[in-house]
């Protein structure tokens, strides 16, 4: 939350892991699955709690390159 307008800001990783999970029809759990994480966390990366740390980031960009078959 911005302490300045009491806004809630969504961060750009928010929307794209979202719009990844919705372009491969992934649920959170699925995700959280072939990143090794929990479906927590990915649920925390969604709502802007967390930032997924650089393996998993990495592993994003993977699936967003080439789909999920890429790091199975």
């Given at each position: 939350?911005?302490?300045?307008?009491?806004?809630?800001?969504?961060?750009?990783?928010?929307?794209?892991?979202?719009?990844?999970?919705?372009?491969?029809?992934?649920?959170?759990?699925?995700?959280?699955?072939?990143?090794?994480?929990?479906?927590?966390?990915?649920?925390?990366?969604?709502?802007?709690?967390?930032?997924?740390?650089?393996?998993s980031q990495k592993l994003l960009n993977l699936?967003?390159?080439?789909?999920l078959e890429a790091v199975l």
């Open positions: 939350m911005d302490a300045r307008t009491g806004l809630h800001q969504v961060q750009p990783n928010q929307i794209l892991i979202r719009a990844l999970r919705a372009r491969f029809h992934l649920s959170q759990a699925v995700l959280a699955a072939a990143l090794n994480t929990s479906s927590s966390t990915v649920r925390k990366w969604e709502v802007g709690d967390k930032r997924p740390s650089g393996p699936i967003d390159r080439k789909g």
